[in-house]
């Protein structure tokens, strides 16, 4: 399998960079017969899409998706699906400073090692958060296969710097968590977390955060130990996510300081069902799904790309200097990416959904 492929039997496939012409995916392994058209895609796209220019980079791409192969009158036919998104507005300036003068906390230094310089280092080429609008193509089209299930993924982000949200979210507060622009689904919440996301804007400085996110309605069993565990291919999904630095499963670094007594889902019967009075495992155990809902956390640093003086290397004179960066960044990373981790999860459970057989490879009407 290549390296920005992902997937058993629903496979994506991922090209383009920042600043290059277009960017998208190819998605091979749908079943035929799935109803689908481009306002499919296009409704999650525009939930990426920076929200407030106070919050998000003052890059302004429509982000229009086109898909040039795989649907036929209206359905999917079978053949791969392949999705292209073009870049309008691009600037490239900034980018030349990087180059000789590469950020620290970003992926200047390490691409151009691995590449020996050949790599695109506009906008950050392939390291860019921009890459993240084909997971949510892709991702719109694994939902829809989902929701035949009764399979419903949502996410939110539950911390920005120390402002940490102090209850779950209820399931119809995650339904409105595009409502505001941090994407906090607790109403309380929302205003202290533009609060701290204002003040690291104000101070040239950007801020760390953690999305949360669930799935509803997936039966026990889903998985497939060892390497291909559910827990095992979210994780890996997720950090393809630019940015993310830890996931953890349900009560996740909590773990550590907890006693077995603490820490496990004690089983009961529900409505003749087995089921746990809790749901500390995020419904994980041995990589099988247990029928309670994913709950998985994601931790993002802070962008580096900051409007403050940090201490770099000059590559050409190989010696220390000082970078300030100029151009269009994201402060925070976590309301941007509420999508992209719904995208990144629903990708993964259609992917095992078809393994297991639970979707057809061909769907009727
Ligand atoms: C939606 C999204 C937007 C991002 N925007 C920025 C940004 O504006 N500035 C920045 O320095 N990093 C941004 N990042 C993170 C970088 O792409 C990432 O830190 C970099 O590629 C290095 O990879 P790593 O942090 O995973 O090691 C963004 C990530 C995502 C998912």
Do not use: W
Not at 275 to 292: E, I, M, P, R, Y
Not at 338 to 349: K, N, R
């Amino acid at each position: 399998m290549s390296a920005n492929s992902f997937g058993r039997r629903f496979v994506i496939t991922c090209f383009g960079e920042s600043h290059g012409e277009v960017l998208g995916v190819v998605v091979d392994g749908c079943p035929a017969g799935l109803p689908l058209s481009e306002n499919d895609i296009q409704v999650l796209l525009d939930k990426r899409r920076p929200q407030s220019t106070t919050y998000s980079t003052l890059r302004k791409e429509k982000d229009k998706v086109r898909i040039v192969s795989g649907v036929f009158r209206g359905h999917t036919s079978g053949a791969p699906i392949c999705m292209i998104i073009a870049n309008e507005d691009v600037d490239s300036t900034p980018y030349e400073a990087f180059r000789r003068k590469p950020r620290p906390g970003h992926a200047d230094f390490t691409a151009m090692v691995r590449y020996g310089g050949f790599n695109d280092y506009r906008g950050g080429g392939r390291f860019s958060g921009r890459i993240t609008a084909a997971f949510v193509a892709a991702g719109a089209i694994a939902r829809k296969l989902l929701s035949m299930r009764g399979v419903e993924v949502y996410a939110h982000v539950a911390q920005i710097g120390n402002i940490r949200v102090r209850r779950q979210p209820k399931l119809e507060e995650l339904k409105k968590v595009y409502e505001n622009d941090v994407r906090c689904a607790i109403p309380e919440d929302v205003k202290l977390m533009e609060n701290e996301l204002k003040n690291a804007v104000e101070a040239g400085d950007s801020v760390g955060s953690m999305v949360e996110a669930y799935a509803f309605g997936i039966p026990p069993g889903l998985g497939d130990p060892l390497f291909h565990s559910l827990d095992v291919d979210i994780a890996a999904l997720i950090f393809a996510i630019p940015g993310v630095k830890a996931v953890g499963f349900g009560l996740g670094f909590d773990f550590p300081s907890m006693r077995g007594s603490e820490c496990i889902d004690e089983f009961t019967v529900r409505e003749g069902e087995i089921a746990t009075s809790t749901n500390k495992s995020g419904g994980v155990l041995g990589g099988l799904s247990t029928g309670s809902p994913l709950h998985i956390k994601v931790a993002f640093k802070a962008p580096s790309t900051i409007k403050k003086n940090v201490r770099t290397v000059n590559l050409e004179s190989l010696s220390e200097t000082i970078l300030k960066a100029e151009g269009r960044y994201d402060p925070c990373i976590g309301p941007r990416a509420v999508p992209v981790v719904e995208a990144c999860l629903s990708i993964v459970l259609a992917d095992h959904y078809l393994s297991q057989g639970i979707i057809p490879p061909v769907l009727g009407d």
